[in-house]
């Protein structure tokens, strides 16, 4: 233990220098709980390629008169057992705003939802992926009232500045004002707001706050929390003068919780959420000491820019410019979440006319358009608010019939990638967009958060000729054969290929076991040849496509593709 507490020292003194050390460095070990003994661990990798992750809301199912976390269980348990390990449910405790990203209790699962029991039996089942939302609480939270009546512990808890502080370099991703004046005992101030007023930022400068933290994150492990989504994180340290998105405390303070989690009898891991440019992501590796996985924010803006064009060469250079993974990092592929799909990661990728196509094509698909305001005072498109299947309706030429077969495309070629893929559950079942709830809430996320009948659902996915059946059923599938896949294992190497334009190709290889997958996706709406001799498939061995067991019977020559088809192609030996 003295080894453990002297690494934790040593982050503290970075974050906290004048604070007293060592017997801070055993409180953050107590506080997450270091030392404890807990039944064996269900996880021993970090991963694998079996895994792959649903992300959802906790009440997306409804079942009248059944807590919506049963329901979920049930969905899961019945349809998708067999395909996936892990789920992430969105935050599922008492909120007042932003569909639970304000937090009013860190401690309490909504009684809406169920309870922690119900948490508990799905964590014993999948790896279960929860957020700590550590940016910020709600303003309706104990602390901010204890805030409001000059208590401890909250009036030391809550960030504040002075309206004449330098404020101009702050990062926003939201068009409001940054402070947010508030009557207290003590008099009025200026309460940090990065998001909106309802959701108060935390003042990690102080030591006392940090610990509160790490004591959540032990009580969720011991709930059954194995993956940690640290949102917003980007924001936590704060200071006038700055642009407050960054900063190197911010850092220290994740590679902080890391050991902490690599020193946890459970597998732990940690992935941070920074919808930001995808050098400012990559970041959040450090030295192969911070994050264990970054989201592959980048991917949903360039995958939907190539499938509505027709052209692969953004996604190509983001691709071959991806640094290799170090140890124990990985990526987190998606391509849809309940958010909407970010531009921020696309700055320096997309030229302004590539973005500007972007939203004129999806804005005819429905799509609404959030906006931040850059540190310039303009406001300027941050997300386009629309499902992932509704995007991709058609091409920059307008909505054709190959909706289903593009966003499979997209599927396909997301969980190729060297990562966890991550499969939003409107994405799985082919969700389109909800202009009712839009309306309802005025809202442009809620476009994407519908809430589903479980029954109804359950008639479609037995329909197989319902787009839901279609696309689940698909994806589905092709999970399936991946599992059985050394080489999309997340640690296996990835090549980009090279092919003709409208195609976008890579090599993915096991080096232990030898296996090779070349992954290749048809961009366009035509069936297209493609060369096997530009491919360089080793003529000595027999190759298989594991998504349509066609035979590769001539190395050398044509394969067509239909319509945004996906190929895998692997030795013989491998697709049994």
């Known amino acids: 233990m003295k080894e453990k507490q002297k690494i934790i020292t040593r982050h503290l003194e970075y974050i906290y220098p004048d604070a007293d050390l060592t017997p801070l460095a055993k409180r953050c070990l107590d506080a997450f709980g270091v030392g404890k003994k807990n039944a064996k661990p269900r996880f021993s990798a970090l991963w694998d390629q079996k895994d792959a992750v649903m992300i959802t809301y906790g009440d997306t199912f409804v079942i009248e008169g059944e807590k919506p976390l049963r329901t979920l269980k049930h969905f899961l348990d ?12 969105l935050p599922f405790f008492p909120y007042t705003s932003d569909d639970g990203f304000a937090v009013q209790d860190y401690d309490q699962v909504r009684p809406d939802l169920g309870n922690w ?42 960030k504040t500045a002075q309206p004449d502080d330098d404020l101009s370099h702050v990062v926003r991703p939201r068009p409001f004002a940054l402070l947010r004046p508030t009557v207290t005992k003590e008099g009025t101030k200026y309460v940090w707001c990065t998001f909106s007023h309802d959701q108060v930022d935390l003042n990690f400068s102080n030591p006392d706050l940090l610990v509160e933290m790490l004591a959540i994150m032990g009580r969720y492990i011991d709930h059954g929390v194995r993956i940690f989504r640290l949102d917003a994180v980007a924001f936590l340290w704060k200071e006038a003068g700055t642009s407050s998105i960054h900063l190197p405390q911010t850092h220290e303070i994740v590679k902080l919780m890391r050991s902490l989690s690599d020193m946890r009898d459970e597998t732990i891991i940690l992935i941070t959420e920074t919808n930001v440019p995808n050098h400012e992501n990559l970041q959040y590796f450090g030295n192969g000491n911070e994050a264990h996985v970054v989201y592959n924010f980048s991917l949903p803006p360039l995958l939907l820019h190539a499938l509505l064009t027709g052209r692969s060469e953004h996604l190509r250079h983001w691709a071959s410019s991806m640094p290799p993974l170090q140890n124990g990092c990985t990526y987190l592929n998606f391509t849809a979440s309940h958010d909407g799909i970010g531009l921020r990661p696309v700055d320096g990728l997309l030229s302004q006319n590539d973005i500007d196509l972007l939203l004129n094509t999806v804005e005819v698909f ?37 909706q289903v077969e593009r966003f499979v495309a997209s599927q396909s070629v997301m969980m190729s990638l060297q990562g966890i893929p991550a499969f939003y559950v409107h994405s799985l079942l082919g969700t389109p967009n909800d202009y009712e709830k839009l309306k309802q809430t005025q809202h442009n996320r809620s476009i994407n958060r519908s809430q589903l009948d479980f029954d109804e659902t359950a008639t479609k996915l037995a329909d197989q000729h319902s787009s839901t059946a279609r696309v689940f059923n698909e994806i589905r599938r092709r999970l399936n054969i991946r599992i059985n896949q050394a080489a999309f294992h997340p640690d296996a190497t990835q090549y980009l ?48 496509d594991l998504i349509t067991d066609q035979d590769i019977t001539d190395p050398i020559g044509d394969l067509i593709f239909s319509p945004y088809q996906t190929v895998w192609l692997t030795q013989q030996q491998f697709a049994n």
């Open 366 to 402: 429905g799509a609404q358009v959030t906006t931040r305001t850059s540190r310039e005072g303009v406001e300027k498109p941050y997300e386009m608010n629309i499902t992932y299947f509704d995007a991709l309706k058609g091409t920059i030429q307008g909505a054709d019939h190959l």
């Open 497 to 544: 290929m090279q092919p003709q334009s409208g195609f976008f190709g890579f090599i993915r290889q096991h080096k232990g076991q030898g296996q090779f997958i070349y992954s290749v996706t048809n961009l366009q709406k035509t069936d297209r040849p493609l060369s096997l001799f530009d491919l360089n498939l080793d003529k000595n061995e027999n190759w298989v």
């Open 117 to 158: 029991e119900d948490i508990e039996k799905i964590a014993k089942d999948y790896r279960f992926m929860g957020d700590l939302v550590v940016n910020h609480a709600s303003g309706s939270h104990k602390w901010f009232k204890e805030f409001e009546d000059a208590q401890e512990p909250g009036k030391r808890y809550i």
């Open 78 to 89: 019945t349809y998708l057992k067999d395909s996936l390990t892990g789920v992430h449910i």
